[in-house]
């Protein structure tokens, strides 16, 4: 049986798309994060998170205590979460698309999503990327198509990476 894949390796492909995330939360390019960046990227991506949660959330993270986080304390985070239920941590990232909450990400709400997290494409795009994964061809993405489509995602780059 294969061993299951940790949750960095389900959202990232690598380390320019580790940085590229990274550099949407870092919205002033200082390469750190601070509170009011990590707030401000939640709040586009409309999750609203209390002062007193962000301050907790940046506690965990801060792993230097100075107050931001680094690429590498960003890095950590998604490596270390790899012990938590992966099934919860992909519900939670389907849930983040899945804006009106009926249970399908259409190419609509991924539109929206990209592009209020600074990553413009167009809905042509979205459709495109609908499509390539969407198995029962309602138009949209179910979470049994998104856990098919990151498993493959964790395949590939582990057959990549191993050179199988």
């Known amino acids: 049986m294969a061993s299951k894949p940790s949750s960095s390796t389900l959202y990232f492909q690598d380390m320019d798309e580790l940085q590229k995330v990274f550099n949407q939360f870092d919205t002033n390019g200082d390469g750190k994060i601070s509170v009011a960046e990590l707030g401000g990227v939640l709040k586009a991506m409309g999750c609203n998170y209390t002062d007193a949660e ?13 107050g931001f986080i680094n690429l590498q304390e960003f890095s950590q985070l998604f490596q270390s ?14 849930d983040l698309y899945d804006q009106n909450k009926n249970g399908l990400i259409s ?42 489509m990151m498993a493959a995602t964790a395949n590939n780059r582990t057959t990549t990476n191993t050179g199988k």
């Open 54 to 66: 962000l301050k907790r959330a940046m506690d965990d993270v801060d792993t230097d205590k100075d």
């Open 81 to 94: 979460s790899s012990g938590g239920d992966a099934d919860s941590e992909l519900k939670e990232a389907f």
């Open 107 to 148: 190419s609509a709400e991924l539109h929206k999503v990209l592009n209020r997290l600074g990553m413009p494409c167009s809905l042509d795009d979205c459709v495109r990327m609908i499509t390539s994964v969407d198995s029962d061809g309602d138009g949209c993405v179910n979470f049994e198509e998104f856990q098919k």
